[in-house]
């Protein structure tokens, strides 16, 4: 086990207690993947084979209408897992991409090394299920702004729980994020 899963094991460690050997198991199961700027990991209509844990850099979860309009899902940044959920889960083509928008550093592990698991790990299914509750309170926080805020509260927020996105990320990906204009986003960033 290398430097690599270092971040992993942390974030195994705080959410559940285990055993230094079910650990090593564990990261043994992940892969490591360096990726480029713009780098595609998953196209639209391809069955989901991995789930990704973020050591370093940013992937994004979009979706593409009829004309070829970007609609971001969601980012997946340092230290937290992501993929195209109901693709990966229910393995079944994705509606929707994988983006590594910065280089990033990745491990990976395939559904069925994840599943196998739940069978083996003894509080895997305990934090998994910690992972996915704050990753679904953070989606629908994100749909609550999208209806209840403003283009300015929306920004405000970001800034307030992720400062570093709008400086790291392009500001077409930033403005797609949080259902703004590039014009609109342009000027929250002038009158900061």
Known sequence: M??????????????????D?????????????????????????????????????????YLLDAAGKEFTRFLITENRFGTAFPSFTLQEPSLAYIESIEPSQLLYISYSDYQSLFDIVPGWERSTRLGLQADYIASIKRIESLITMDAKQRYQLLIKTNPTLVQRLPSKIIADYLGISQETLSRLKSKK
């Not at 391809?46 to 979860?61: H, T």
């Open 21 to 61: 050997e079910l650990l090593a198991l564990i990261c043994n199961k992940f892969r490591y993947k360096a990726t480029r700027r713009n780098q595609i990991l998953l196209h639209a209509d391809e069955v989901c084979p991995y789930i990704y844990f973020v050591n370093q850099g940013c992937l994004r979860v």
């Open 2 to 19: 290398s430097d690599t899963h270092t971040q992993l094991k942390k974030f195994i460690t705080n959410q559940i207690t285990i055993e």
